[in-house]
């Protein structure tokens, strides 16, 4: 559920109508749709979540050049 708040969250356009039909519960999901619809959003955050370790890793080899005694005159 947390993976699906994070995904919907983040998200720069505006649902479409038949997500807001499924929403309101005007519309049902069948079990294969709503297990579909869970496997794309656990792929984009799980995409988010390697970029940002990646981008974490990346910060701090940045920040351990920047604090070692070798570069400090």
């Not at 998200?11 to 869970?38: C, F, H, N, Q, V």
């Amino acid at each position: 559920m947390f993976r699906l708040y994070l995904n919907m969250k983040n998200r720069t356009e505006p649902p479409t109508e038949e997500e807001l039909t499924i929403a309101s519960g005007e519309k049902g999901m069948d079990e294969e749709a709503a297990k579909l619809y869970l496997r794309k959003v656990e792929v984009a955050s799980s995409a988010n979540l390697l970029s940002m370790f990646a981008k974490q890793s990346q910060d701090n080899a940045v920040s351990e050049i920047l604090d070692s005694p070798s570069l400090i005159s």
